[in-house]
Every structure is written in structure tokens, then in C-alpha cells.
């Protein structure tokens, strides 16, 4: 606790989670200065041209148990059994020797769960190439900071499922909810969301809010759900490989693009660590000058 509270500058990689366990321990408000993770965007082009011919949800996680990779099995389960979507598809990339007893019984749920035809722990694989054939990304963690592999998905204009850990509803929140949509190829006002944030371990959400994203139901304009609504089944599955329906979903991505864009370049990031860099030095100066700086 001595060193938040000592310390010259405190910088979070997100504005709200972090910053509220940073103050408990210590921290002078004066002294945080948020600095949010960013990307080379260059790198990440618009992907959505060469998508699975099946629902595919995928995953950039590592497979141990922060990241709840059994909920999202648990959730396809729901998808697939209990809403008849039978075709649908979960792809989990990322190492499978961070946590091998974990692992072990992710593939013993995928067995019992009969998804053998539906899940898939991949192992390591290239973002951009994944992010290529994905219809959405999901993210499942009970902890988070501020995940760069959403802000991937976002670049390469995916919707977003994940979990409201960390700093992720800093990365779903559409800063112009409610305006028109229509000049972005949306009908009817932007949703609040670029997608869905749910609680972390409600596999029932977390199964309910793909299917919400990939057949662009009316739900997403609701801010906040608590649990799934009533669905007609056989309209949300023409919803889902609807022509029209596609072009909502990627109108949605395409806008999570742009405010990806606009937020996480990394000419901001290279400025503001410039900025912390230098902020300490000037506050050290004002505050002795002003006799209050204990560091002095």
C-alpha cells in the first residue's frame, strides 16, 4: 500500500476498474493517469469478407482457468442443445500448457457435453488469421485489465461478447448510443453496445448474447440484461443466416472499427507515456515550491 501512496504517478491500463482498487490502497487522485493499452492499427485491416460458412464464435485465450474457457463450452452447449443451433462453432486459440489439468478438463466437458463437432481448443494461432474467419469474438475471463484481444477483434470489425471484468466495458461502451445508424447501414439507432457485456460464469447470458449478436436481435439496444428473454427459435435461426441480418452485424463491427481507430492508436500511447514521463518531474517542482511534497 506504501508504494500506491508513495508513489510520484500511478498509471492504470484502464479509467475505472483499476483506478477504484489503486484509490483504496492509497493512491493520490492527483497522482493516477490512466493509460490505455493500444495497437499498431496499421496491422489490422477490416476482416470481413472471408467468414466461416457456420456460426463461428471464436476465442484469443489461453486455456487456464482465469480466462472460464468452461464457461464458454458450457454456453455453446446451450447454443447448440438447447437452442437447436446445431451448426454452430467454437474456436479457442491459445497455448494449452499454461494450466494442462485445465485443459484436460476442458476436453472431458466437450465430451460429456457431446460438442465434439462444435468446440475446438485449437492451441497457438495467428490473430489476424482467426479474427478472418470469425463471426464474433468471445471473451469469457473473471479478470481482466483492459484486453488487447478485444480491441484486435474490434480492428478487424467483429462484434463482441465478453464478460464485464476489468476495463472491457471502457471497450464495448458506444459513445453515440441512441444516433441514428442509418449513415453507418444500420436500421434504427446505434446500440449501446458493440456488442453484449455480461456477468462473469452465466453461461445462460453468455449463450444468449451470441445469439443475440450473431442474428442482430432487437435485445441489443437494451443497455443491460439480467437474463435471457423468450426466443422464437425458428426465426432466430433464419435471423442468423440472414443476408440482410449480416450486413447489421458487420455495420456493428464496422463502427466498433472506427472507434477502435480513434482510440487506441499508438501515436496516443507513445504521447501519454511521454506525458508520464514527464509529469512527475513538474509536479515535484509545483508541490515543493508550494512546500507540500514529502518526497523533497
Keep these: 500500500m506504501a508504494l500506491y501512496r508513495l508513489s510520484d504517478l500511478v498509471v492504470p491500463c484502464n479509467a475505472t476498474f483499476n483506478t477504484s482498487w489503486e484509490l483504496w490502497l492509497g493512491t493520490d487522485p492527483n497522482r493516477l493517469m490512466p493509460l490505455l493499452n493500444a495497437l499498431e492499427i496499421e496491422h489490422y ?87 478472418s474467419a470469425t463471426w464474433l469474438y468471445i471473451q469469457t475471463s473473471i479478470s481482466e485489465g483492459l484486453p488487447v484481444s478485444v480491441i484486435e477483434a474490434g480492428l478487424t470489425g467483429k462484434c463482441v461478447v465478453c464478460t464485464n471484468v476489468g476495463g472491457c466495458a471502457e471497450l464495448l461502451s458506444n459513445p453515440n448510443s441512441g444516433a441514428d445508424g442509418s449513415s453507418h447501414g444500420l436500421v434504427g439507432p446505434q446500440p449501446p453496445m458493440f456488442g453484449r457485456l455480461v456477468a462473469p460464469k452465466d453461461a445462460e447470458m453468455i449463450a444468449y448474447a451470441q445469439l443475440e449478436a450473431l442474428g442482430y436481435l432487437p435485445t ?39 472507434f477502435g481507430l480513434d482510440q487506441f492508436r499508438m501515436s496516443r500511447y507513445i504521447l501519454q507515456h511521454r506525458q508520464a514521463l514527464f509529469t512527475p518531474a513538474y509536479k515535484r517542482e509545483a508541490m515543493a515550491a508550494l512546500g507540500g511534497y514529502e518526497h523533497a
Excluded: W
Design 220 to 258: 441489443l439496444q437494451i443497455p443491460k440484461l439480467l437474463k435471457p428473454p423468450e426466443v422464437d427459435l425458428p426465426e432466430l435461426k433464419k435471423r442468423i443466416h440472414d443476408p440482410e441480418v449480416k450486413k447489421q452485424r458487420h455495420a456493428l463491427g464496422r463502427l466498433f472499427r472506427q
Design 45 to 131: 485491416p477490416c476482416l470481413q469478407d472471408d467468414e466461416a460458412p457456420r456460426p463461428t464464435a471464436s476465442m484469443l485465450s489461453h486455456v487456464y482457468a482465469l480466462k472460464d474457457i468452461m464457461s464458454a463450452i458450457r454456453a455453446a452447449a446451450i447454443i447448440v442443445h438447447d437452442y437447436g443451433v446445431k451448426e454452430y462453432a467454437l474456436e479457442v486459440y491459445g497455448s494449452l500448457d499454461f494450466d494442462r489439468d485445465y485443459v484436460t478438463g476442458c476436453h472431458k466437458l466437450i465430451k460429456q457435453l457431446k460438442l465434439e463437432d462444435n468446440v475446438n481448443l485449437r492451441g497457438l494461432g495467428a490473430p489476424i488469421k482467426v479474427l
